[in-house]
C-alpha cells in the first residue's frame, strides 16, 4: 500500500474546510446547496481519517525529536513505538477511504433466492436460505418485506423475492450472490445417503423512480386470474400481472397481491431494480473489462460457498474460508463470513490501486 503524501492529505482537509464555510454563509441557491451538502457528506469521514493520519505522523514527529533528551528519551521511545504499530491501521483506514465509492452501497436491495438441481431438497434449502437472511437482516435492524414467493408443495421456495430496507444493504449482501451448494441427508432419504443440492441467490441494489425511466411504450402489460401449485385459482378476480420490457426482454410476474394495482406496482419496483442492476453492470465492464474482484464477479452461475451438514460447517470457496458454526450461521449469525468477504474485497481493491 503506497504512502498518502503530506500534500495529499493537506488537499483534502482544505477541501473539507473549504465546502463547510461555504455552507455556512447560508446564501446559496438550493440546488448548490443540495450538491454541497452530498459532497460535504462524502468528503467529511476523508477528511477525518487524513486528519487523524496527519496527527500521529506529527506526533511521531515531536517524540523522535526527543531521542537526545536524556530524561524523556525512554517515555519518548516508547510512545514513538505505539504510534508506528499504530500508523498502519490509520494509512488503511485513509486510503480505504479514497478509494471510488459504488454508489450503490448505501441503498436497499433486492433479494431473490431460487431452487436450483435437487428437487424438493433444493426448494428445501433455498427457503433455509431465505430465513437465514431475514434473521441477519432482523439483527441489523433492517425490514424484510415479501415481494412475491413460489412455496414448494415439501415445503421451502421455489422461488423467493423480497425487499430488504436500510442503510447499507447492499454493500454487507452484495457478496452473497450466486450459487449455495448445500450437503445433507433430505429428509425424504430413507437410506441416509448425502445428497449435494444447490440455491442461487442474487442481492441487487433496489432502484428509485428517479434512477431509471420506463416509457409505457416499452411495457406490455398483461392481467390474469392468478393461480396456485397444481394450477388451481388463488382467487376469483384476475388480479395476476406479467409485465414484459419489451427492450430488454426482461419478464416480471406479480400475483401474490389480490389487488391487481398492487401487483403491478410491486413488479414495476422489481422490474425497475433490474433495469437498474443491467445498467449497473453494462458500466462495470465497461471500466473493468474482464477484471473480476477477489471474491467473485456476483455471476449467479459461480458456486460461492458450501453448507455441510454432516461436518457442521459452511465453507466460502471464494476466500477460502471455513467456519465450523453452520447452525449459528444458518441462524444469521452471518457477521464473520460477511466481514471476512467485505475484507478481502478492501485488501484486492488496495493492491488493484497500487498497481
Known amino acids: ?57 506529527a506526533e511521531l514527529i515531536d517524540l523522535e525529536a526527543m531521542a537526545d533528551d536524556p530524561e524523556m528519551r525512554d517515555m519518548a521511545a516508547e510512545e514513538a513505538q505505539a504510534i508506528r504499530e499504530t500508523l498502519p491501521a490509520a494509512e488503511r483506514a485513509l486510503a480505504l477511504s479514497l478509494l471510488p465509492k459504488d454508489a450503490a452501497d448505501e441503498r436497499s436491495a433486492m433479494l431473490e433466492v431460487r431452487a436450483g438441481t435437487g428437487g424438493d431438497e433444493a426448494a428445501l434449502f433455498a427457503g433455509d436460505l431465505f430465513r437465514m437472511y431475514q434473521r441477519y437482516a432482523e439483527g441489523q435492524g433492517w425490514k424484510v418485506e415479501l415481494i412475491s414467493a413460489s412455496s414448494a408443495e415439501m415445503g421451502g421456495y421455489k422461488e423467493v423475492v423480497a425487499s430488504v430496507t436500510g442503510k447499507g444493504v447492499f454493500a454487507r449482501m452484495k457478496f452473497e450472490s450466486g450459487v449455495h451448494r448445500v450437503q445433507r441427508v433430505p429428509v425424504t432419504e430413507s437410506g441416509g445417503r448425502i445428497h449435494t443440492s444447490a440455491a442461487t441467490v442474487a442481492v441487487l441494489p433496489e432502484a428509485e423512480e428517479v434512477d431509471v425511466q420506463i416509457d409505457d411504450k416499452d411495457l406490455r402489460i398483461d392481467i390474469y386470474r392468478s393461480s396456485g401449485p397444481g394450477g388451481q385459482s388463488v382467487n376469483t378476480t384476475d388480479s395476476a400481472v406479467r409485465i414484459v420490457h419489451i427492450p430488454s426482454g426482461l419478464v416480471v410476474i406479480q400475483q401474490d397481491e389480490k389487488s391487481q394495482h398492487k401487483n403491478k406496482a410491486k413488479a414495476l419496483r422489481v422490474l425497475r431494480t433490474r433495469l437498474y442492476e443491467l445498467e449497473r453492470e453494462r458500466l462495470h465492464s465497461e471500466r473493468a473489462g474482464n477484471r473480476k474482484a477477489m471474491v467473485g464477479s456476483g455471476d449467479r452461475s459461480e458456486r460461492i460457498r458450501t453448507y455441510n451438514f454432516p461436518q457442521g460447517r459452511v ?23 460477511i466481514g471476512a468477504l467485505i475484507s478481502e474485497d478492501e485488501a484486492s481493491r488496495l493492491a488493484a490501486a497500487d498497481e
Do not use: C
Open 1 to 57: 500500500m503506497s504512502t498518502i503524501s503530506p500534500q495529499r492529505i493537506a488537499s483534502l482537509l482544505a477541501r473539507r474546510d473549504e465546502v463547510q464555510a461555504m455552507l455556512a454563509t447560508g446564501n446559496l441557491a438550493a440546488d448548490k446547496f443540495v450538491a454541497l451538502s452530498k459532497e460535504y457528506a462524502e468528503v467529511e469521514p476523508v477528511a477525518v481519517a487524513a486528519a487523524e493520519l496527519q496527527r500521529l505522523r
Open 315 to 337: 465453507t466460502d470457496h471464494r476466500i477460502n474460508l471455513t467456519l465450523h458454526r453452520l447452525p449459528e450461521i444458518l441462524e444469521g449469525a452471518m457477521e464473520e463470513l
